[in-house]
């Protein structure tokens, strides 16, 4: 949908009374706190009420009120009215008409809010609801909390898949959703055994656990986890039902407690869970402490967490798991595949599936994540000489030793002599067939290279040179250890080799000049879809794309620290799907506004 970096709206709320605890909700009319558009706070009203909470279960119902539908939409549009709503409804609708992706998030410390369909919300120009929009990503974010670090195995290589299923509390779509996620697997073009599928049939509380635990001792952790089985009450709120232990066959509810207890320990390698079950995203009765399946995952670390607020149909379910696996393996991000998903689950005209989707997920992390496809590490800056670092320590007077800038000026001389013979060293080494200048330093290519080179912009590569590793495609985002595959899976004539350590073809690099050409709009806003917005603030960027696909930063107008934040996001672009689909244009440059 998107043809550029997504806009950020951030809606912030706290109860203006005993705002320090979360769960003190009254049942009467609550003043809240919700932060405007320019940073200042505005009090809201909210007239819980037994009306209100009537219309909300109305909703869940399959043959609900459309009027009650759309009442409930204005009054949550109504309650962010003071707060600068409309400003961001413009902003909204603005980004409709101009192909642009919003992302909407929900922080909020009282904890009954969560208990509304924001999803809902109306506009009020055309009355749409906000959740049915297809260029907005709604998520939930709970205040004070914060992802758990991922296992290096978690982010690199090929993603795991666990599907687990338990039919002790009724009938689920099983054989439906196994058939559709298989097939969305099928479909998608990624590397050999990327995405490899596991199934837990019968799956009680403990074989969960075993399951989690021997992929992990077996170093072959699940990086997702799609749990199928039905939503029970728990008392006050909701909770799974899945088998007892002892495979009778009998359903025992496991309370959203107990279920953090059981994945939380696994955090750091699970980067989803989706849970396939009615109310897994319902917290019971507004305020309480436990709050829902979801929320008390997301707020034990977990990266991503799908469920439903409301009743989940059989088909529906079945639609989102087609959309959400077959886009996660083709590539896309959580964020990306979560909308298809929802956007799939609206042809269910009897349900509101579309709105009962939640995704649980922190604007810290950023937006843009790979689950079951790799992407590549971000390029990190190189580490200062030791020796410098060394003589500056030196440097430094300290009385407790005796004569310490006669001991600093020695070690200056030894470094300055140990770089004057690394010097010497390489402007003796073997001459090459032509000037060659570091790739990196556009402006000492140009002083190296002849008229001719000047004028077309090539330069012979030495034929002792060994070409670079390749790089991974789209759908792993990942480096290649073996040979390229063309799209047929068929392996290509000359595979990526890596230079032996220590050679002298390694140091060789053929030159580059700067590309004169500029690239395609269809290029530019690709790359502006693909690089992750800055944490904050705007800025010009100038991009050079080369002939291997790969995006570096050319310049970035006073982005001081944020640069390396554009690095960071342009190091995770893919090389092989710039040059698959744009390959006769590079080398070009680009630039455009990065927010």
């Not at 320019?38 to 279960?57: F, I, K, M, N």
């Amino acid at each position: 949908m998107s043809s550029s970096s997504p806009i950020h709206i951030e809606l912030e709320l706290v109860r203006a009374k005993e705002s320090e605890d979360a769960f003190a909700f009254r049942f009467s009319r609550q003043a809240y706190l919700v932060r405007g558009r320019q940073g200042a706070y505005e009090t809201v009203e909210l007239p819980w009420s037994r009306e209100l909470l009537r219309d909300l279960e109305e909703c869940r119902r399959p043959d609900r009120d459309p009027d009650v539908v759309a009442r409930v939409g204005e009054l949550l549009r109504e309650l962010l009215t003071p707060a600068g709503w409309s400003g961001h409804e413009a902003t909204i609708v603005e980004a409709r008409a101009a192909h642009r992706r919003v992302i909407v998030t929900l922080r909020s410390a009282a904890a009954e809010l969560y208990a509304l369909p924001w999803e809902l919300l109306t506009l009020r120009a055309d009355g749409q609801h906000l959740g049915a929009l297809e260029h907005v990503l709604l998520r939930y974010a709970w205040p004070g909390t914060s992802t758990v670090s991922a296992d290096p195995r978690a982010i690199d290589g090929p993603g795991r898949l666990l599907v687990a299923w338990s039919a002790a509390g009724g009938g689920v779509p099983a054989a439906e959703q196994l058939a559709a996620i298989r097939e969305a697997s099928g479909e998608a073009p990624r590397e050999e055994g990327a995405g490899e599928l596991e199934v837990l049939e019968h799956a009680s509380y403990g074989a969960l656990a075993d399951a989690l635990e021997a992929a992990e001792s077996a170093g072959r952790p699940f990086r997702a986890l799609h749990l199928l089985c039905h939503g029970a009450e728990a008392r006050s709120t909701f909770g799974l039902s899945l088998d007892a232990e002892d495979g009778a066959g009998r359903a025992v509810v496991v309370d959203a407690g107990r279920l953090q207890q059981l994945l939380a320990p696994h955090a750091r390698d699970l980067r989803l869970v989706v849970v396939a079950a009615c109310d897994g995203g319902n917290m019971g009765e507004p305020g309480n402490r436990i709050g829902s399946v979801a929320q008390r995952l997301h707020r034990a670390g977990l990266q991503h967490v799908v469920a439903s607020r409301y009743p989940l149909s059989a088909r529906g379910s079945t639609r989102i798991a087609r959309a959400l696996y077959g886009n996660l393996w083709r590539g896309e991000s959580i964020e990306q595949a979560f909308v298809a998903a929802r956007s799939a689950a609206a042809r269910e005209v009897t349900r509101l599936d579309w709105a009962s989707l939640q995704l649980y997920a922190r604007p810290e992390d950023g937006d843009e994540h790979c689950v079951l496809v790799p992407m590549p590490p971000p390029t990190l800056p190189a580490p200062a000489l030791e020796p410098i670092e060394l003589a500056a320590r030196v440097a430094r007077p300290d009385p407790a030793r005796p004569f310490p800038w006669l001991v600093a000026v020695l070690v200056l001389a030894v470094v300055g002599g140990l770089g004057a013979y690394l010097l010497m060293e390489s402007e003796i080494e073997a001459p090459s067939p032509a000037p060659v200048a570091r790739a990196e330093d556009p402006a000492r290519v140009e002083a190296s290279a002849t008229p001719a080179e000047r004028t077309t912009g090539d330069v012979a590569e030495p034929a002792a040179t060994t070409g670079e590793p390749a790089v991974g495609d789209e759908s792993t985002g990942g480096a290649s250890t073996g040979p390229e595959r063309s799209a047929s899976g068929s392996a290509s004539p000359t595979p990526a080799l890596r230079p032996e350590a220590g050679s002298t073809s390694s140091r060789a690099k053929p030159a580059r000049t700067r590309p004169s050409s500029s690239c395609s709009d269809e290029l530019r806003e690709y790359l502006r879809d693909r690089l992750p917005g800055p944490l904050s603030g705007r800025y010009r960027v100038r991009l050079v794309v080369g002939d291997d696909g790969k995006v570096t930063l050319d310049e970035c107008d006073r982005c001081g620290e944020a640069a390396e934040e554009a690095r960071t996001g342009l190091s995770r672009i893919r090389s092989a799907r710039i040059t698959s689909g744009w390959g006769s244009e590079l080398p070009c440059k680009t630039s455009f506004e990065w927010q």
